[in-house]
């Protein structure tokens, strides 16, 4: 049985002690959703350890946004995965479409913090989907195909076992705008199958999350697709109860 997860990307927001609070708010909840939902919560690096200990006994796991592609020295500003995972840190989110567009990561630096990433013991939470334009184009299949060929092809079966995929659609992020439910049940059915072709029946194991203006809203038709393993929260991760409402989309 593949994970159900609900894994919050709180980007560049928050200070410190506001984190704090909103994870101490998350774990105060945790018991009004399913033992079965693996809740993530992904700070800014720096709220890791005090949102780590603010954690403590939840169930709740911690999640970097991102880690560099060395393993440590002169690089000014960068943070190791390394030093995210002595914070306690089990996932990090890599390929993210902000960080692909804005920072320009491509494949080879993608693959570069995936080595990183797999040697201090993060799972990745690897970032595919097109852009508008790509959509309507009709190229979307083609668009993930490629970004998963080119980075989670050249993985190990076992470093394949603790991967998740999170499909977001950059047209969806932050727009308000949600692939329908049939959409996404599509694209990820077709992630799999990509998948599957590379790494066979292990494919059946792999969560793929949406993301993309998931909401309390529309969590519950989202998640009833039978690819759709849960979601990668990026707003609606801000605030306790939403992040926990779309917990409760799947069924108890
Ligand atoms: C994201 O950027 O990972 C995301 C899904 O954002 P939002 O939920 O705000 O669309």
Redesign the pocket.
């Known amino acids: 049985m593949r994970k159900k997860i609900v894994a919050g990307?709180w980007?560049m927001n928050t200070l410190p002690a506001e984190g704090v609070e909103l994870a101490k708010a998350i774990a105060a909840g945790r018991d009004q959703v399913c033992e079965c939902v693996h809740f993530i919560v992904c700070p800014p690096f720096t709220h890791l350890l005090p949102v780590h200990d603010a954690l403590r006994g939840s169930g709740i796991v911690l999640g970097a946004q991102d880690c560099a592609a060395e393993a440590k020295g002169a690089y000014t500003g960068e943070v190791s995965a390394a030093m995210i995972a002595a914070t306690g840190c089990r996932y990090v989110?890599l390929g993210?479409?902000?960080r692909r567009q804005y920072y320009g990561e491509t494949a080879a630096t993608l693959n570069r913090k995936m080595a990183q990433a797999y040697a201090e013991g993060l799972a990745p939470i690897y970032?595919v989907g097109e852009n508008l334009e790509e959509r309507e184009a009709g190229r979307h299949l083609e668009v993930v195909r490629t970004q998963i060929e080119e980075v989670v092809y050249r993985l190990t079966p076992e470093q394949f076992a603790s991967l998740v995929i999170?499909y977001?659609p950059v047209w969806?992020?932050?727009?308000g705008k949600t692939a329908t439910a049939e959409q996404a049940q599509e694209i990820h059915h077709y992630i799999r199958e990509v998948l599957a072709a590379r790494f066979g029946a292990a494919a059946e194991e792999c969560s793929i999350l949406y993301?993309?203006?998931?909401?309390p809203s529309n969590a519950a038709e989202l998640f009833s697709r039978p690819d759709v393993d849960g979601?990668?929260?990026?707003?609606?991760?801000l605030k306790a109860d939403d992040f926990l409402a779309i917990g409760k989309g799947f069924a108890r």
Do not use: D, P
């Open positions: 990307n980007k989110i993210h479409s902000e970032c999170a977001e969806a992020i932050g727009t993301g993309g203006s998931c909401k979601g990668l929260i990026g707003g609606a991760a």
